[in-house]
């Protein structure tokens, strides 16, 4: 039986300067130019030692791992409240994001994104997934998951505006999905053990 499990800590395993390195040859993630071993090992020291990535505090790197092998990782956060508005996020409740994900090539179409959601949902409840509009297997990744579409949000080519709507200036799409809210269990793991 094969088992996906996650770790999430901020160690940097060899397989992991590996992985990352190969992630950043996919411009849907966003990397301009690849990065080989050397400079991969750099930028994940850099995250592990700051607990930052683009600007926003992380959980961890979190590590996936499909029984012994490493196939991918992600970079959760709790989502910032400069970004609520854009998520359309209600108030009172945290929220999360796993933020880049990437799987080997090789262990696509294995259903191993919906296992990560379902065991990183089970202490970080309610998540939102945000993809390009064009990037359809990660729109099919976060539906297999159990993940609602939400909205979709514009950015101007600058990104320095953005709109709910295609208007002139805001243009590029995204697509914001999210688990159904689960204020209860949310409410339940924030509260003091001697008032359960």
């Not at 961890?60 to 998520?87: H, M, N, Q, T």
């Not at 064009?134 to 514009?154: C, D, P, Q």
């Not at 295609?166 to 409410?187: L, W």
Request: charged share 25%; hydrophobic share 40%.
């Amino acid at each position: 039986m094969t088992i996906i499990h996650l770790t999430m800590d901020f160690i940097i395993p060899k397989k992991l300067i590996e992985v990352y390195s190969k992630s950043t040859h996919e411009r849907a993630l966003g990397y301009d130019e690849p990065l080989n071993l050397e400079m991969a090992e750099k930028k994940l020291n850099q995250y592990a030692q700051t607990q930052m990535y683009a600007g926003f505090k992380r959980l961890a790197i979190c590590k996936i791992w499909k029984d012994d092998e490493l196939v991918g990782y992600c970079l959760p956060r709790k989502i910032a409240d400069s970004e609520r508005r854009g998520f359309l996020i209600e108030d009172g409740l945290d929220w999360y994001r796993l933020g880049t994900i990437f799987i080997l090539p090789e262990y696509r179409g294995q259903g191993i994104i919906e296992t990560v959601v379902k065991q990183f949902t089970i202490k970080y409840p309610n998540l939102v997934w945000k993809n390009c509009a064009l990037n359809i297997a990660s729109a099919t990744a976060a539906k297999k998951a159990g993940m609602v579409f939400s909205h979709n949000v514009y950015h101007s080519a600058d990104n320095k505006s953005w709109s709910f709507e295609n208007v002139d200036d805001c243009y590029f799409g995204y697509q914001v999905f999210k688990t159904p809210v689960k204020q209860g269990v949310d409410i339940l793991i924030n509260k003091p053990t001697h008032l359960l």
